[in-house]
């Protein structure tokens, strides 16, 4: 009786579950969000290491039974919600006392897992970690290096505000129903140090990212010119701009550092070439 559509894949091995709150470092200063408790699994692993657990279930089928394997614990709510409608800063005012840092912690629902990451960064609130299962091929994109095939506009936005880790592998065999692909831990905490240039404007500068991987087999040049539209865009301008920076236009996106990439972004606005 799974819901194929939400992704759910349960966890089953205890082993992993404890491993993963063992990567949160989940103690009794931390309050937990928990995305997408399902049956309540690691849910329960968290409610014993935790000061408070929150966990968002969307399946309202899942409620009654989350709310009799959680009774045992008096430090645990469950409530009914769609994570990308949720209000997280009123969720945290409501649901904990202010005093603890949060984490999030979870196994998410695989169909959503992007929107998720990149809809917890642009709430604004500064988790102290989180740490989530995710299907393997996207963690390895959230923790590619520049150069790789997995690194895109997905590695940058989240490597520009997170340091990244991916501290194991969990072999699909371990859920039930049985996935067709294995999936990894991924650990991002706020990052330590931070760039010693920063955009201008950082919408502009994740857009300006998302344009240069737009045709992953187009070179800096032809990306940066469709972004543009190729009939506004000033030829001259362009090369000398990407000359400053020292980046061939023949280059690959992937090629390109966040350092540059934010370079790059802030040329453009110095040329004017894009409006800030
Ligand atoms: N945590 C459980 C475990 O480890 O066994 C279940 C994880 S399962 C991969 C994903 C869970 O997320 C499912 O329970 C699913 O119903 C729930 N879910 C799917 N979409 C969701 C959404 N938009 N908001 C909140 N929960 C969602």
């Not at 997408?36 to 849910?43: F, H, K, M, N």
């Not at 996207?138 to 991916?166: C, W």
């Not at 991924?186 to 330590?192: E, I, R, S, W, Y």
């Amino acid at each position: 009786n799974f819901k194929k559509s939400l992704g759910q894949n349960f966890l089953t091995d205890t082993n992993i579950l404890r491993k993963i709150v063992a990567a949160a470092e989940v103690t009794t200063a931390d309050d937990v969000i928990e995305i997408g408790p399902g049956i309540g699994a690691l849910t329960e692993q968290l409610a014993k290491k935790a000061h408070r657990v929150l966990a968002l279930e969307l399946d309202e089928r899942l409620i009654p039974v989350l709310a009799e394997t959680l009774a045992p614990y008096p430090n645990v709510q469950v409530i009914r919600q769609d994570v990308l409608k949720a209000n997280l800063k009123k969720l945290l005012t409501s649901y904990f006392d202010g005093q603890h840092p949060v984490k999030i912690v979870a196994n998410l629902p695989y169909y959503i897992t992007s929107p998720i990451i990149l809809y917890l960064l642009e709430t604004g609130i500064d988790f102290k970690a989180i740490v989530v299962m995710m299907q393997k091929e996207v963690a390895e994109r959230l923790g590619a290096h520049p150069g790789t095939k997995s690194y895109g506009s997905l590695t940058v936005r989240v490597q520009y505000q997170m340091d990244v880790k991916v501290p194991f592998v969990v072999p699909k065999t371990v859920f039930v129903p049985q996935p067709k692909i294995d999936s990894a831990i991924v650990a991002l905490t706020p990052k330590v140090q931070p760039w010693t240039v920063l955009p201008q404007n950082e919408q502009l500068f994740f857009k300006i990212v998302r344009g240069c991987f737009q045709h992953r087999r187009k070179n800096i040049w032809n990306n940066l010119q469709s972004l543009l539209g190729k009939k506004q865009v000033n030829k001259e301008k362009l090369q000398q701009l990407l000359s400053d920076t020292g980046i061939a236009p023949q280059e690959r996106a992937e090629k390109l550092t966040i350092p540059e990439f934010i370079q790059l972004t802030n040329k453009m606005i110095d040329y004017k070439i894009i409006e800030k």
